[in-house]
């Protein structure tokens, strides 16, 4: 249903490094730049990364962003229980359907 | 500091009219693209399309052309997202959201708080 492929869940303890991972095609990700969104629930998303790496200020660099190919990453190391939350990623889609697509979102549970 | 404040939650029919609004502060309102993102509940967000309240121009996802309609008030800094007969599937919370758009770079840097609209008969 949605364009860009994120796993529904990534779990890890405090402390630890996780990474989520958003899969999609030449004719977005693979020609567009990555932007990555975090929700916590009821409220709005806010954006973690864009342009693929850079951080919005105010972003700790503790979040990272990379993208190689039709493959974007998110890294988030020295995980808090505060970052257990709904992570999306987003890009332009070229195609015929010309528009943003964003992925299924990933749930971060910090055990 | 960038504010988009939303308008509030609506209960409305299937059949009836809507338009919710987003007011823009703290910056230059006609500069920058403002957009609209969809999340139906316990979903993923879903982009509607933007629009660039310095001349009007409206781009659309094509999954929602002809659904709705995006305008924007530059004299109030006011953008607007409107229906003219919902259905039940609209049901969602709409996000507001400033938008830089430049050739292939699309991202949301400054949300609004979201409005919840609820059409049930």
């Known amino acids: 249903q949605f364009v860009l492929t994120q796993p529904p869940s990534v779990s890890a303890a405090p402390g630890q490094r996780v990474t989520i991972s958003c899969s999609g095609s030449s004719s977005n990700i693979g020609n567009s730049y990555v932007s990555w969104y975090q929700q916590f629930p009821g409220t709005a998303p806010k954006l973690l990364i864009y342009?693929?790496?850079k951080r919005p200020s105010g972003i700790p660099d503790r979040f990272s962003g990379s993208k190689s190919g039709t493959s974007a990453t998110l890294v988030i190391t020295g995980l808090q229980t505060g970052d257990e939350a709904d992570y999306y990623c987003g890009t332009w889609d070229g195609s015929l359907s010309a528009s943003v697509v964003f992925g299924g979102g990933t749930k971060l549970t910090v055990l | 500091d960038v504010q988009l404040v939303q308008s509030g939650a609506e209960v409305k029919k299937p059949g009836e009219s809507l338009k919710i609004s987003c007011k823009a502060s703290?910056?230059?309102?006609?500069?920058?693209?403002v957009g609209w993102v969809r999340q139906m509940p316990g979903k993923g967000l879903e982009w509607m399309g933007i629009?660039?309240?310095?001349?009007?121009?409206?781009r659309y996802n094509p999954s929602f052309q002809g659904q709705v309609t995006i305008s924007a008030d530059k004299s109030i800094n006011t953008a607007y997202l409107q229906w003219s007969r919902l259905k039940a599937s609209d049901s969602a919370i709409y996000y507001c959201?400033?938008?830089?758009?430049?050739?292939?770079?699309?991202?949301?840097?400054?949300w609004g708080q979201g409005a919840l609209v609820t059409v049930s008969s």
């Open positions: 703290g910056y230059s309102f006609n500069l920058y693209w």
């Open positions: 342009d693929n790496h």
């Open positions: 959201v400033r938008t830089y758009s430049f050739s292939s770079v699309y991202y949301f840097d400054f």
């Open positions: 629009i660039y309240p310095g001349d009007s121009d409206t």
